[in-house]
């Protein structure tokens, strides 16, 4: 009855658990996913299963070679999350092996090189994305409009299969750059924004999510009611949300008004390419972001200051990956130098002192 | 179920809303527990020195008897619980996770229950000077009894050393489970605000609050019922969240200061005592009853009959255990005190003590155990910490061995509530670390005292030593000039006839 070495309490405790955190930011990424998964039809299928099977094996290999125990770790749903994450992030007629390479990426070198979980410095995924980025530009910037499922443009199941596993030059038919890459290439070459916006999808179109762009960053709307889900379960705070679409925000309406000619406008920031995803799920990885609410903030803002950056003034068109990872490296500074004020002390850490208010009284 | 405050209420940071299972005992009503055959009273159920026994074996004693006395500036006397035989003074396990064996009185109760006719209760408590009613409170034994058993006389006496306003009696009762204050306050409030007033005037304080969570609707009522002819008390509803009933936690929710760390309350003049610590004061002045007694809540998923049970200090909780009908099943942890702060207890053979407040037989099931994970950082434990601690950081540098670091994160700032562990979804035992290295700390100090005053002793030696070399060369030196000069003395005696020829026979010793 009584145990050989006690351990102190509490004796009662919260019903979490690591499972049930990533249990629950799937269901909130659940919504979108299948969304995407309708608007891009059977190739976007093939490439998000693959990437999502591919990131469990991984893991299960590498546990198996570091000596840990498989079930326990691959069942509290990481690695399915990381590889979730990463499918939505990738171009969604990509070829089957940009799903694999990146699943090892994310697992392998992202993960499991720094010690498994709760060990790693920067967010697998996007240290995946960005690799597979850098190393394949052609296949991870081809996009293709959304082609929903059953309807007459959409490719038929073998053709899809074709698409994701074989060879097929049905993707060049529909490719079709996301708006943010238009634009980019549009003011690039000195068109004013009246003129790029012509051709790019109307903000009701990016909210909704009938827009080209990755598989599952397409829908703003359905990513945000899985990111408010997430704030209500409190697996998540709106920190970092906050202001890092705040500090996006910020910057473009500041730009846009300076010279609207130039500079893309704060709505079209906000819910085209990958910042509604990366505000609520990206940013928000509980192991790569900071644990105070001001470094949370701190790092927000970061992000959506990078994220700005890069898509304003670098050469890719969207930089919420690198943003991220950025911040990332950045997270164990900020942890370090904004810790809460503890209790009785003041933010030097010397303990609170009434003498003077005594004097008085 | 708010209740309508006179006062302002503050926020404080962190806390977690646990499972309160209060319903499991908050009905019972309290009940007196049967005299078991043997009481085994340590001699030390307070924080400070262990109290001194007067009685011996097979000495006869009687109810409310002094059995043993109050040792120092710091400790508390122990009384006779019944009347009857001693058995023993000698060692028994103690109420304690180590089951130790420490210094016990054995009573054999003799069933007459037979009180000492020395009792000298007041008629008039409110004539006596401050001093008088702490030095009763001093000699009944009080301590302090939400747990901490701090004597409580000392805590009275803080009016010497700084300028007081407030007392606030501590009826949170934040931890789950437990229901003995809420029970007291339901059946004794007349009795308990007058304890309180007791206190407030030792202290010599105008403003009592006393402040009791929202999940106690009747004990707030019956309390606000018995403190209506009383202007300068307020009754005050806390919001219900763990660990309101922080000493330090409770005077920033009621005044909205924080104490200094390293600090009392005292600093900002407010005095915190517990309900039942009342209750005690109200029987040493009114009735002149030392502290031989206390309500304890016997409950838990594993007990057949959860019960709040007035019990004598000294019983073995078994006793407590088969009058609530023994166990359902077999409980897979047993605690003395709530489920967030309780300690494990080694066996049930182990005594009930003025600090247990409860005694829970919890079921594999109700303490959601599950097995650790490594940390994912989700900062949980940060947004549960009401000290403003990043806990996952100073259990990392634990892991490490990096003590000093974790001191350096403010782990002496930690009140060990157990909110970080209840809330991590890892199931890190957070608090176990910080025990683990609180406890490495007081080691390491002890051992560094040990061996400044080894340094000090030695030192200390050697300069003696020196001393007495440098004495004993002195002397020597001393003795040379006098035997010279005697030898200068006698050969110039000895030109003169008449002249002394004494030997110096001590000289020959001295060489």
Same mark, same amino acid.
């Given at each position: 009855?009584?145990?050989?070495?006690?351990?102190?309490?509490?004796?009662?405790?919260?019903?979490?658990?690591?499972? $049930?955190?990533?249990? !629950?930011?799937?269901? *909130? &990424? @659940?919504?979108?996913? #299948?969304?995407?998964?309708? +608007?891009?039809? =059977?190739?976007?299928?093939?490439?998000?299963?693959?990437?999502?099977?591919?990131?469990?094996?991984?893991?299960?290999?590498?546990?198996?070679?570091?000596?840990?125990?498989? $079930?326990?770790?691959? !069942?509290?749903?990481? *690695? &399915? @999350?990381?590889?979730? #994450?990463?499918?939505?992030? +990738?171009?969604? =007629?990509?070829?089957?092996?940009?799903?694999?390479?990146?699943?090892?990426?994310?697992?392998?070198?992202?993960?499991?090189?720094?010690?498994?979980?709760?060990?790693?410095?920067?967010?697998?995924?996007?240290?995946?994305?960005?690799? @597979?980025?850098?190393?394949?530009?052609?296949?991870?910037?081809?996009?293709?409009?959304?082609?929903?499922?059953?309807?007459?443009?959409?490719?038929?199941?073998?053709?899809?299969?074709?698409?994701?596993?074989?060879?097929?030059?049905?993707?060049?038919?529909?490719?079709?750059?996301?708006?943010?890459?238009? @634009?980019?290439?549009?003011?690039?070459?000195?068109?004013?924004?009246?003129?790029?916006?012509?051709?790019?999808?109307?903000?009701?179109?990016?909210?909704?999510?009938?827009?080209?762009?990755?598989?599952?960053?397409?829908?703003?709307?359905?990513?945000?009611?899985?990111?408010?889900?997430?704030?209500?379960?409190?697996?998540?705070?709106?920190?970092?949300?906050?202001?890092?679409?705040?500090?996006?925000?910020?910057?473009?309406?500041?730009?846009?008004?300076?010279?609207?000619?130039?500079?893309?406008?704060?709505?079209?920031?906000?819910?085209?390419?990958?910042?509604?995803?990366?505000?609520?799920?990206?940013?928000?990885?509980?192991?790569?972001?900071?644990?105070?609410?001001?470094?949370?903030?701190?790092?927000?803002?970061?992000?959506?200051?990078?994220?700005?950056?890069?898509?304003?003034?670098?050469?890719?068109?969207?930089?919420?990956?690198?943003?991220?990872?950025?911040?990332?490296?950045?997270?164990?500074?900020?942890?370090?130098?904004?810790?809460?004020?503890?209790?009785?002390?003041?933010?030097?850490?010397?303990?609170?002192?009434?003498?003077?208010?005594?004097?008085?009284? | 179920?708010?209740?309508?405050?006179?006062?302002?209420?503050?926020?404080?940071?962190?806390?977690?809303?646990?499972?309160?299972?209060?319903?499991?005992?908050?009905?019972?009503?309290?009940?007196?527990?049967?005299?078991?055959?043997?009481?085994?009273?340590?001699?030390?159920?307070?924080?400070?020195?262990?109290?001194?026994?007067?009685?011996?074996?097979?000495?006869?004693?009687?109810?409310?008897?002094?059995?043993?006395?109050?040792?120092?500036?710091?400790?508390?006397?122990?009384?006779?619980?019944?009347?009857?035989?001693?058995?023993?003074?000698?060692?028994?396990?103690?109420?304690?996770?180590?089951?130790?064996?420490?210094?016990?009185?054995?009573?054999?109760?003799?069933?007459?229950?037979?009180?000492?006719?020395?009792?000298?209760?007041?008629?008039?408590?409110?004539?006596?000077?401050?001093?008088?009613?702490?030095?009763?409170?001093?000699?009944?034994?009080?301590?302090?009894?939400?747990?901490?058993?701090?004597?409580?006389?000392?805590?009275?006496?803080?009016?010497?050393?700084?300028?007081?306003?407030?007392?606030?009696?501590?009826?949170?009762?934040?931890?789950?489970?437990?229901?003995?204050?809420?029970?007291?306050?339901?059946?004794?409030?007349?009795?308990?605000?007058?304890?309180?007033?007791?206190?407030?005037?030792?202290?010599?304080?105008?403003?009592?609050?006393?402040?009791?969570?929202?999940?106690?609707?009747?004990?707030?009522?019956?309390?606000?019922?018995?403190?209506?002819?009383?202007?300068?008390?307020?009754?005050?509803?806390?919001?219900?969240?763990?660990?309101?009933?922080?000493?330090?936690?409770?005077?920033?929710?009621?005044?909205?200061?924080?104490?200094?760390?390293?600090?009392?309350?005292?600093?900002?003049?407010?005095?915190?005592?517990?309900?039942?610590?009342?209750?005690?004061?109200?029987?040493?002045?009114?009735?002149?009853?030392?502290?031989?007694?206390?309500?304890?809540?016997?409950?838990?998923?594993?007990?057949?009959?959860?019960?709040?049970?007035?019990?004598?200090?000294?019983?073995?909780?078994?006793?407590?255990?088969?009058?609530?009908?023994?166990?359902?099943?077999?409980?897979?942890?047993?605690?003395?005190?709530?489920?967030?702060?309780?300690?494990?207890?080694?066996?049930?053979?182990?005594?009930?003590?003025?600090?247990?407040?409860?005694?829970?037989?919890?079921?594999?099931?109700?303490?959601?155990?599950?097995?650790?994970?490594?940390?994912?950082?989700?900062?949980?434990?940060?947004?549960?910490?009401?000290?403003?601690?990043?806990?996952?950081?100073?259990?990392?540098?634990?892991?490490?061995?990096?003590?000093?670091?974790?001191?350096?994160?403010?782990?002496?700032?930690?009140?060990?509530?157990?909110?970080?562990?209840?809330?991590?979804?890892?199931?890190?035992?957070?608090?176990?670390?910080?025990?683990?290295?609180?406890?490495?700390?007081?080691?390491?100090?002890?051992?560094?005292?040990?061996?400044?005053?080894?340094?000090?002793?030695?030192?200390?030696?050697?300069?003696?030593?020196?001393?007495?070399?440098?004495?004993?060369?002195?002397?020597?030196?001393?003795?040379?000039?006098?035997?010279?000069?005697?030898?200068?003395?006698?050969?110039?005696?000895?030109?003169?006839?008449?002249?002394?020829?004494?030997?110096?026979?001590?000289?020959?010793?001295?060489?």
């Amino acid at each position: 009855m009584i145990e050989e070495q006690p351990v102190a309490g509490p004796y009662t405790h919260a019903r979490t658990s690591i499972s $049930r955190t990533m249990g !629950l930011v799937l269901l *909130a &990424l @659940l919504p979108a996913t #299948l969304y995407s998964l309708y +608007l891009f039809g =059977w190739p976007a299928i093939f490439l998000f299963g693959t990437t999502v099977l591919a990131a469990l094996v991984f893991e299960a290999g590498s546990l198996r070679l570091a000596g840990k125990r498989v $079930r326990p770790f691959l !069942l509290d749903g990481s *690695a &399915l @999350l990381t590889g979730w #994450l990463l499918a939505m992030t +990738l171009p969604p =007629w990509a070829p089957w092996w940009i799903g694999l390479v990146g699943a090892f990426l994310a697992i392998v070198i992202g993960k499991q090189v720094f010690g498994g979980i709760g060990q790693n410095l920067f967010n697998p995924a996007m240290v995946a994305r960005v690799a @597979l980025l850098i190393s394949f530009p052609l296949e991870m910037t081809l996009f293709n409009a959304p082609v929903p499922l059953f309807s007459a443009q959409a490719p038929g199941f073998l053709d899809s299969l074709a698409i994701t596993f074989g060879q097929s030059n049905q993707l060049d038919a529909v490719s079709s750059a996301t708006t943010l890459g238009h @634009l980019k290439t549009e003011l690039g070459r000195g068109v004013t924004l009246d003129t790029a916006s012509g051709g790019v999808e109307s903000l009701w179109q990016l909210t909704l999510g009938e827009a080209s762009g990755s598989l599952g960053e397409t829908s703003a709307l359905l990513l945000l009611l899985g990111g408010l889900f997430l704030i209500y379960k409190r697996i998540i705070t709106w920190h970092i949300p906050l202001a890092m679409l705040g500090s996006l925000a910020l910057l473009a309406t500041i730009f846009h008004l300076i010279d609207p000619q130039s500079y893309v406008g704060p709505l079209t920031h906000l819910l085209s390419g990958a910042a509604i995803l990366g505000a609520f799920f990206i940013a928000t990885d509980l192991v790569t972001s900071p644990v105070s609410i001001r470094g949370q903030l701190l790092f927000g803002a970061g992000v959506g200051l990078l994220v700005y950056a890069i898509r304003t003034w670098a050469g890719y068109p969207e930089g919420v990956a690198f943003a991220v990872m950025l911040m990332n490296a950045c997270t164990p500074l900020i942890d370090h130098y904004l810790k809460p004020r503890i209790y009785g002390r003041d933010r030097k850490g010397e303990p609170l002192n009434y003498a003077d208010e005594r004097g008085e009284a | 179920m708010g209740a309508e405050n006179l006062i302002k209420l503050f926020k404080i940071r962190g806390g977690v809303h646990p499972d309160d299972r209060k319903q499991l005992s908050a009905g019972q009503a309290i009940e007196a527990l049967p005299m078991p055959p043997l009481l085994h009273i340590p001699l030390q159920q307070h924080i400070g020195a262990p109290a001194e026994p007067l009685v011996r074996r097979g000495e006869l004693v009687k109810k409310g008897q002094r059995l043993a006395r109050s040792q120092g500036a710091i400790s508390a006397p122990v009384h006779a619980p019944t009347s009857g035989r001693i058995m023993g003074v000698g060692g028994y396990p103690a109420h304690h996770p180590s089951g130790l064996s420490v210094r016990t009185i054995t009573l054999k109760p003799d069933g007459k229950d037979e009180w000492t006719d020395r009792l000298d209760p007041v008629y008039a408590p409110f004539s006596l000077a401050a001093e008088e009613i702490a030095q009763r409170v001093a000699d009944a034994g009080i301590v302090g009894m939400g747990g901490a058993t701090f004597p409580s006389a000392v805590k009275l006496n803080l009016r010497k050393r700084y300028a007081l306003h407030t007392l606030v009696i501590n009826g949170a009762e934040c931890e789950p489970y437990l229901t003995c204050d809420d029970r007291l306050m339901r059946e004794k409030p007349a009795e308990i605000l007058e304890g309180v007033r007791l206190m407030a005037r030792a202290l010599g304080v105008a403003r009592i609050l006393v402040a009791i969570e929202d999940n106690k609707p009747q004990a707030q009522a019956a309390m606000r019922d018995a403190a209506k002819p009383f202007a300068e008390v307020s009754i005050v509803g806390l919001p219900t969240r763990y660990p309101m009933g922080s000493e330090k936690h409770l005077v920033q929710t009621l005044i909205g200061k924080e104490t200094p760390a390293r600090g009392l309350t005292a600093d900002m003049g407010v005095v915190v005592h517990n309900v039942a610590t009342a209750m005690a004061v109200h029987d040493a002045l009114y009735l002149g009853r030392p502290l031989i007694s206390r309500v304890m809540t016997v409950t838990g998923g594993a007990i057949r009959q959860p019960r709040n049970l007035h019990v004598p200090l000294g019983t073995p909780l078994s006793h407590l255990i088969d009058f609530c009908g023994g166990f359902k099943e077999e409980p897979a942890q047993l605690i003395s005190g709530g489920p967030m702060m309780g300690q494990p207890l080694p066996s049930t053979r182990v005594p009930a003590v003025k600090g247990s407040n409860g005694l829970l037989a919890l079921t594999a099931g109700e303490s959601e155990s599950a097995e650790e994970m490594p940390c994912i950082r989700c900062a949980s434990c940060v947004q549960a910490c009401p000290c403003g601690l990043v806990p996952l950081e100073m259990a990392a540098h634990i892991r490490a061995g990096g003590l000093d670091n974790s001191v350096k994160l403010g782990l002496l700032d930690c009140i060990a509530c157990g909110s970080c562990s209840y809330a991590c979804p890892s199931h890190i035992p957070l608090v176990h670390y910080f025990n683990f290295a609180k406890g490495e700390l007081a080691a390491r100090q002890r051992s560094q005292h040990k061996q400044g005053e080894t340094k000090r002793l030695a030192e200390a030696r050697s300069e003696r030593m020196e001393a007495i070399k440098r004495a004993k060369r002195e002397a020597m030196m001393k003795r040379k000039k006098e035997m010279e000069a005697k030898k200068r003395a006698q050969e110039e005696a000895k030109a003169a006839p008449e002249a002394s020829d004494k030997p110096t026979a001590d000289s020959g010793v001295e060489a």
